[in-house]
């Protein structure tokens, strides 16, 4: 079974920084994308940043230029480098991993992490 455990989130001010990351444990394989997704009270759950196994990034356009994406195979860690906080950022952040297998694709998420941008 695979668990994801993420870390990092608080509160911080305006212009601020955090940094999100998310461990994986168990068998996640050598073909994978790992991701994190966003939800504000009262919004849905949206697309932040993924990241594949080779290194691929792709970004929602509201967080380009601001947030990064970074993952250490070896420890089956990814990061979420997040620069220049907007309020709009609030929501608790998820992590989310897809393993691509022959017989399938498997979907797994973190528990969330809270993240609150208030002065």
């Known amino acids: 079974q695979v668990q994801l455990v993420e870390s990092g989130g608080g509160l911080v001010q305006p212009g601020g920084s955090l940094r999100l990351s998310c461990a994986a444990s168990?068998?996640?394989?050598?073909?994978?994308?790992m991701g994190w997704y966003r939800q504000a009270p009262g919004k849905q759950r949206e697309l932040v940043a993924t990241i594949t196994s080779g290194g691929m990034t792709n970004y929602a356009d509201s967080v380009k230029g601001r947030f990064t994406s970074s993952r250490d195979n070896a420890k089956n860690t990814v990061y979420l480098q997040m620069n220049s906080l907007k309020p709009e950022d609030t929501a608790v952040y998820y992590c989310?991993?897809?393993?691509?297998?022959?017989?399938?694709?498997?979907?797994?998420w973190g528990q969330g992490t809270q993240v609150t941008v208030s002065s």
């Open positions: 989310n991993i897809a393993i691509y297998r022959d017989s399938g694709t498997s979907v797994y």
């Open positions: 168990g068998s996640i394989g050598s073909s994978n994308a």
